[in-house]
């Protein structure tokens, strides 16, 4: 079936070095992709989102790009702090699904160290 | 402030016994949903409700129930029938349904642990 997916379940990185998070996604029809950061016992927050019109878009040092020919989006965090520990979840919306609510995939964990 | 608030924070059951989790939001949205994340893992649809007085079952609907009588509430019963209810379960809301073309952020509460004891 459709599936959002992640290649890395843990992303360790040095503090003030930048991050890439990658998300692969099955569903050609997807229109809508959305970054969420989660931290440890409290809801998911908003990060950035993308259309599938666009291939890249940035924010407050964090940048997502989309390659709709290989299904790809990733999330790039410039000069990670200690504060960006978390896990960060990538999510999609379908055309053509009849399906009116966001699929997420299962999370990569980012750890910052010192 | 507006936001979403979910209730209780910590919850724990007996085999058997149906529970409900509240989640009540401020922000005048239409769509609110439901969702189920277990350990180490992503976020699994239960139900979403697009409008007041409306829902359709998600990926794991079974086991759950949820209604929709007021625009700004839309509480989940976990029932018996819910074989692995243990679980970390939070509720969404975006301001409008994503269907079509519309898109948007989704606002989480800060969810609810569950525990069957």
């Known amino acids: 079936g459709e599936s959002v997916g992640l290649h890395l379940p843990t992303l360790s990185v040095q503090e003030g070095d930048n991050s890439i998070i990658n998300c692969a996604y099955s569903?050609?029809?997807?229109?809508?992709f959305i970054w969420y950061k989660q931290e440890s016992g409290k809801g998911p927050q908003f990060i950035i989102d993308?259309?599938?019109?666009?291939d890249k878009r940035q924010g407050q040092r964090v940048t997502v790009l989309l390659n709709k020919t290989v299904k790809h989006l990733s999330l790039q965090i410039a000069a990670t702090q200690p504060g960006d520990s978390a896990v960060y979840f990538c999510a999609e919306k379908g055309l053509g699904t009849g399906r009116r609510a966001l699929t997420f995939g299962s999370g990569t964990r980012l750890q910052v160290q010192p | 402030d507006g936001g979403i608030t979910q209730s209780p924070k910590y919850l724990f059951r007996k085999e058997g016994q149906n529970v409900t989790l509240s989640c009540e939001q401020n922000l005048n949205h239409d769509a609110m949903y439901w969702y189920r994340q277990d350990p180490g893992q992503g976020l699994r649809l239960i139900y979403y409700s697009q409008i007041v007085n409306d829902f359709q079952k998600g990926d794991i609907a079974e086991g759950y129930s949820v209604s929709r009588e007021k625009k700004e509430s839309f509480p989940l019963t976990v029932t018996s029938a819910q074989k692995n209810p243990t679980a970390f379960y939070l509720c969404?809301?975006?301001?409008?349904?994503?269907?079509?073309?519309?898109?948007?952020?989704?606002?989480f509460g800060e969810g609810s642990r569950l525990t069957v004891l």
């Open positions: 569903n050609s029809a997807s229109d809508y």
């Open positions: 993308i259309r599938s019109n666009m």
């Open positions: 969404a809301s975006s301001l409008q349904g994503l269907a079509g073309p519309n898109t948007g952020e989704l606002f």
